[in-house]
């Protein structure tokens, strides 16, 4: 067995190493998802309109993780050992781009939302029509995420401060995240 493949467990199916790895790396996304949200949503509580919306997107973004965490079960694949990191990155990551103001909240969203879009379709390139249940899962994902995207940059995403540095920043945070997770 080589070491980019995950060990089978007894009693359960054992999946492929990249589809293992679309899973994982894709269940910690959505996670990661909740907790900026949640971050976000402590810091501006319903004080502000923007939190109707995020509060929506985190909705989804649950739905999502939910998906992939009994995909995860059903197929015997292992979360990522990086999910306490993730909890407190993103939930960080959320509340300081929301103590920043409304629109550094939404520019993180567009940024990360730009990201995923990008993996996704990654994703779906890869699989092809080998797995249909993860491939619609994907599909439709996806364009939530470009809706998320679409919404924060009417709201002022472009309009946060030093937009262009902190959407960099944050992107280039999604992507170390991202292959981080894809392995550990």
Sequence with gaps: MSATQ???????????????SMLRVDQAGEFGATRIY????AVMGDRHPD???IAGMAAQEERHRQTFDAMIARRGVRPTALAPIWNVAGFALGAVTAAMGPKA??????AIETEIDHHYGEQLVQLGNDDPELSTAIA???????????????????????????SGAIRLGCRAAIALSKRI
């Design 38 to 41: 949640a971050g976000q949503l």
């Design 140 to 166: 439709d994902f996806q364009a939530e995420e470009v809706e998320h995207r679409d919404a924060a940059l009417a709201h002022g995403a472009q309009q946060a401060p030093a937009y262009p540095l902190l």
């Design 105 to 110: 909240a939404m520019a993180c969203t567009a």
């Design 51 to 53: 939190a109707r919306i």
């Design 6 to 20: 995950d060990f089978p467990r007894p009693g359960r199916r054992s999946e492929p190493a990249d589809r293992a």
